[in-house]
């Protein structure tokens, strides 16, 4: 564990009827920030940082069983000393964007269900920030059907319109079998468009 000092600012608001959102102003200051390195498969520590952003969280309820969620981030990290021969002060993978906008349904009925889509901006892969990864967006959707006081059937469908994003990017040097090292981006595929169905029970 390293020293980590923060601070944060806000302020909640429910003026208006069903409406409650709250904005929060951070920072962070971080001793040493962990690292993926590739050649390794595994983290290290790194230099002294600095992250400061802005949240926004928010969440409506126009009428009786019917709920909208929506929360947005902007965040800005920083090395605050690096090393000589290291080519910027960006930190690899950190967030600079991140949104998320959901509904939901429960009326007490034997049916509810919601949709959910998330927003991952790109973000810097090196420390020159000459590298971004591309940015995310993906919707799950859910449908349940209660069966009795005790019993429900769920279908979720992850990835709904199967685009095709990256859970995970990185950028570092790789020697692939019978090639020369190189540095390139190395990702791994979001799922494709898939379902899920589901049936809980209570004893």
């Given at each position: 564990?390293?020293?980590?000092?923060?601070?944060e600012?806000?302020?909640?608001?429910?003026?208006?009827p069903?409406?409650?959102?709250?904005?929060a102003?951070?920072?962070?200051?971080?001793?040493?920030?962990?690292?993926?390195?590739?050649?390794?498969?595994?983290?290290?520590?790194?230099?002294?940082?600095?992250?400061?952003?802005?949240?926004?969280?928010?969440?409506?309820?126009?009428?009786?069983?019917?709920?909208?969620?929506?929360?947005?981030?902007?965040?800005?990290?920083?090395?605050?000393?690096?090393?000589?021969?290291?080519?910027?002060?960006?930190?690899?993978?950190?967030?600079?964007?991140?949104?998320?906008?959901?509904?939901?349904?429960?009326?007490?009925?034997?049916?509810?269900?919601?949709?959910?889509?998330?927003?991952?901006g790109?973000?810097?892969?090196?420390?020159?920030?000459?590298?971004?990864?591309?940015?995310?967006?993906?919707?799950?959707?859910?449908?349940?059907?209660?069966?009795?006081?005790?019993?429900?059937?769920?279908?979720?469908?992850?990835?709904?319109?199967?685009?095709?994003?990256?859970?995970?990017?990185?950028?570092?040097?790789?020697?692939?079998?019978g090639?020369?090292?190189?540095?390139?981006?190395?990702?791994?595929?979001?799922?494709?468009?898939?379902?899920?169905?589901?049936l809980?029970?209570?004893?």
């Open positions: 564990l390293v020293r980590t000092k923060g601070s600012i806000g302020v909640r608001s429910a003026l208006l069903g409406l409650h959102s709250s904005l102003l951070w920072q962070l200051d971080i001793a040493s920030e962990l690292v993926f390195t590739g050649d390794a498969g595994t983290t290290e520590a790194r230099f002294p940082s600095r992250r400061r952003g802005i949240e926004w969280a928010n969440n409506w309820t126009p009428l009786a069983g019917l709920s909208v969620d929506a929360d947005f981030s902007v965040s800005r990290a920083r090395y605050t000393a690096v090393d000589a021969g290291v080519p910027g002060n960006r930190i690899p993978g950190a967030l600079e964007q991140v949104a998320s906008v959901g509904v939901a349904w429960d009326a007490g009925g034997p049916w509810s269900g919601g949709a959910r889509l998330r927003y991952v790109p973000r810097p892969l090196i420390e020159d920030n000459s590298v971004r990864s591309k940015a995310s967006l993906t919707t799950n959707l859910r449908v349940s059907r209660r069966l009795g006081a005790k019993a429900e059937l769920t279908l979720d469908v992850f990835n709904l319109l199967d685009r095709k994003v990256n859970d995970i990017q990185y950028f570092y040097e790789s020697r692939p079998s090639l020369d090292a190189a540095e390139d981006r190395h990702v791994h595929p979001a799922e494709p468009r898939s379902a899920r169905l589901s809980r029970v209570q004893f």
